[in-house]
């Protein structure tokens, strides 16, 4: 059974520093990963999604890696703002109609 | 972008009563629809997989016929959790499923809609 880990549950950096906020999933048997981000009490909205034959996709200040082989992912923030600061959801696929497995999040806040 | 909404985002309801919560794709078609519910601190639960026209698929632990899902076209899914406890209080997530020729498989997820029993 395919379980989503990510580390740490909880993040909080000065704004203007880069971070890494990391995932792992136990079988590396995946279709795809995403990285979703969700603010207080609201849904989700899609920020990366990384084909299993990719290693890393790009948008803006975001930089999401994937190495399938160890069963991980990172999400890299350059130059975080306050704005950055939401609950960043990993997920993973494992095949092109299997469903999305969640991690528990990691809660960033970026202090001005 | 692919929108879905949600209706209503909050509701609070007294034990006993039924409550009726609406999936739409505003701007495409949707093959699958999925309802999520979304715990303090935990991930995202999947409880069942809706496609048009046919009967939904519950995850292991789901009652379906206290959270009972309709998905009546390729826009429109309902949920209706029946007579509604306290404990079934959580965040309620709708996500879609896009059909789009030659492009990348992706889930669009709605706003969400929390729960309070009274």
């Known amino acids: ?15 203007g520093e880069n971070l890494v906020l ?26 990366l999604l990384i084909q299993s034959s990719q290693r890393e996709q790009t948008s803006g200040r975001l930089n999401a890696s994937l190495d399938k082989s160890s069963g991980r992912s990172t ?8 704005g950055d600061s939401a609950t960043y959801l990993c997920a993973v696929r494992g095949g092109s109609q299997g469903n999305l497995i969640f991690g528990k ?5 970026v202090k001005p | 972008g692919a929108v879905v909404s949600q209706h209503p985002s909050r509701v609070i309801c007294k034990s006993g009563t039924s409550v009726k ?21 935990k991930s995202l639960m999947l409880m069942a997989t809706s496609n048009e026209g046919s009967k939904a ?25 029946t007579s509604a406890h306290p404990e079934d209080s959580s965040f309620y997530i709708c996500s879609a499923r896009a059909i ?15 729960l309070t029993v009274l």
């Open chain 1, 1 to 15: 059974k395919q379980e989503v880990t990510q580390i740490p549950a909880a993040l909080s950096v000065p704004e």
């Open chain 1, 105 to 109: 999040g990691t809660k960033l806040s």
């Open chain 1, 22 to 47: 990391n995932c792992s999933f136990t079988d590396s048997a995946i279709y795809n990963l995403q990285w979703f981000r969700q603010d207080p009490g609201k849904g989700l909205t899609s920020l």
């Open chain 2, 57 to 81: 698929t519950y995850e292991q632990g789901v009652e379906k016929d206290k959270f009972l899902i309709n998905h009546a076209s390729l826009t429109l899914s309902t949920l209706t959790v």
């Open chain 2, 100 to 114: 789009v020729a030659g492009a990348v498989d992706t889930q669009y997820f709605g706003p969400g809609t929390r």
């Open chain 1, 75 to 82: 999400l890299y923030i350059a130059a975080s703002q306050p």
């Open chain 2, 21 to 41: 919560i609406e999936c739409r794709s505003l701007d495409f078609q949707a093959t699958t629809m999925f309802w999520y519910r979304q715990f303090p601190k």
